[in-house]
């Protein structure tokens, strides 16, 4: 189809062929002023399948589930060190909460308990306390967790020998 001239616009309806011819759209020869483009017809008919289609390509999920991956691959080292640090808390608190039973089982009947069992002490779940050495003048212990091996933390106090990791009377020492 040949393009046509038009004349300058009058109405409403030729300013529209005018926009329409000035934007690259070929006219019917026998159309309305109104309507009918040839490429405009096409065009719509383009923009009305992307506006039905819904939905994620698989490229784009792909990209998703990467994404998340090295996501996870970094958070997940990260929750590991957390759980070894409150492991080891637990660990700590479990030895002075020991130390605060023999202290009151001390201040009440003149010497150390050489029993856990003897004490009003319950450690908490998972760490595995033993009191290795325990005599009327001093008492030493030693906390593990199981999940947490060979992380290993002691304690003594008074006239026992000192229990390798604790170095210092008094002081947790862990290794």
């Known amino acids: 189809m040949a393009r046509t001239a038009l004349p300058l ?30 490429n405009l017809k096409n065009k719509d008919s383009g923009r009305n399948m992307a506006a039905k289609r819904t939905g994620f390509t698989l490229i784009e999920l792909l990209i998703v589930v990467v ?6 691959a970094i958070a997940i080292p990260k929750f590991q060190n957390t759980k070894g640090k409150a492991q080891l808390a637990a660990m700590k608190s479990d030895l002075r909460n ?20 003897g004490l ?3 450690t908490s779940p998972g760490v595995i306390l033993t009191l290795t050495n325990a005599t009327a003048s001093g008492w030493s212990a ?34």
């Open 142 to 175: 030693i906390s593990t967790h199981p999940q947490s091996y060979p992380l290993t933390c002691a304690l003594y106090i008074g006239n026992v020998p000192a229990q390798a990791p604790a170095t210092v009377e008094g002081l947790i020492g862990c290794q």
């Open 67 to 72: 994404i998340i991956s090295i996501l996870a």
């Open 9 to 38: 616009p009058h109405n409403e309806g030729s300013c529209r062929q005018l926009q329409a011819v000035l934007t690259g759209y070929r006219l019917h020869a026998q159309a309305e002023p109104l309507l009918l483009f040839e």
């Open 120 to 122: 009003s002490y319950s």
């Open 98 to 117: 020991l130390s605060t039973a023999e202290e009151a089982y001390m201040f009440d009947n003149g010497a150390y308990a050489s029993l856990i069992t």
